[in-house]
């Protein structure tokens, strides 16, 4: 995969290009369903498949709805779709700009001029250009004018709705990490660095690695304890993940995220770690008296140990597919 991340570095491309434009935030079932077709419509029309997205994400400029998180920060973002096939990504810096750029001028000159873009696949009510004026007649027209195809994709439904990304930020900051996961098709996951704590779960008899997101916009998850999974040097470990505030132990203190990992000794200080969230325990509460949450967490970590030896999470990942509908649209 080639990653551009100014237009002007884009070479040119002798057959053309048939592109794709979103933001792609999760990269979810969704996205990957019709990153599948683009690869499908690359072969056919014998043109490179290029992804074009946005960085940042357009609402964290536009700020016209509040964005609680982004579910996958650039990095990520360009590791999932890079395992998705496509030819070419292309990041394009979201400014006010941009955002203030006719429907018209974004196709003619960021696609038809600088890609020499022959086809285009977007999902079915993708909007495009200043206040989100270019539709699909748009599209078509602008087709017919400039000699590419247009193929709108139909959206990937999931209980009779169709997978968002807002649909899977509203699940997570509920704590249902597992319906997350169903329309992702992967577990959420957080990567960070392990740092140095105030040891409260060493002395409490589960000592835990506090984990930094390595980004700050990433989104975490309701406060609570979760079932996780991550993989240290080669082997694959479960455990239970904390996130929250840690009532028990005062007021006003910064969220934290604190991974138990089951069966591992060793330090884990200054590693980068991976940690997948898999399903909610139970939401965080303040214990009367550490010892009365050193017997939670003991209850906790033998519900942890049965449902992993049930579900066997670390042998098997998400990989459901989605239902496509023609009659209605897709959400990037």
Excluded at 86 to 106: I, K, N, S
Excluded at 178 to 200: I, N
Excluded at 304 to 326: D, F, I, K, M
Aim: net charge positive; aromatic share 8%.
């Amino acid at each position: 995969m080639r990653l551009y991340t100014r237009l002007a570095d884009v070479p040119p491309s002798p057959h053309g290009r048939l592109v794709t434009v979103g933001t792609f935030d999760g990269v979810h079932r969704g996205h990957q369903a019709l990153l599948r077709r683009l690869r499908e419509l690359s072969a056919l029309h014998r043109l490179p498949a290029c992804v074009v997205t946005f960085e940042p994400h357009p609402q964290q400029v536009l700020g016209n709805t509040p964005l609680p998180g982004i579910l996958t920060p650039l990095p990520e973002k360009l590791e999932r779709l890079r395992r998705l096939g496509p030819d070419e990504v292309l990041v394009l810096p979201f400014t006010q700009e941009l955002a203030r750029t006719e429907p018209e001028t974004f196709i003619r000159q960021y696609l038809v001029e600088a890609l020499h873009m022959r086809g285009i696949l977007v999902g079915y009510d993708h909007r495009f250009g200043h206040n989100r004026r270019g539709d699909r007649e748009l599209l078509q027209r602008l087709g017919t004018e400039f000699g590419f195809f247009v193929e709108h994709f139909p959206p990937c439904l999931s209980g009779n709705e169709p997978i968002s990304s807002s649909r899977i930020r509203r699940l997570l900051l509920e704590g249902n990490v597992e319906a997350a996961a169903v329309l992702l098709g992967y577990p959420y996951t957080v990567c960070g660095r392990v740092v140095r704590g105030d040891g409260r779960g060493r002395l409490l008899g589960f000592p835990t690695a506090n984990i930094v997101p390595d980004s700050p916009e990433k989104l975490l998850p309701a406060y609570g304890v979760y079932i996780a999974t991550t993989e240290i040097g080669s082997k694959s470990y479960g455990g239970l993940l904390s996130y929250g505030v840690r009532p028990t132990f005062g007021q006003n203190l910064p969220p934290q995220l604190e991974l138990y990992v089951l069966d591992f000794s060793g330090t884990l200080y200054n590693e980068r770690l991976c940690v997948s969230f898999w399903k909610r325990v139970r939401a965080e509460e303040a214990f009367p008296t550490a010892a009365a949450l050193r017997r939670q967490m003991q209850a906790d970590e033998a519900y942890c140990r049965q449902w992993l030896a049930q579900h066997r999470p670390l042998e098997a990942g998400l990989t459901s597919s989605c239902v496509l509908n023609a009659d209605q649209g897709t959400e990037s």
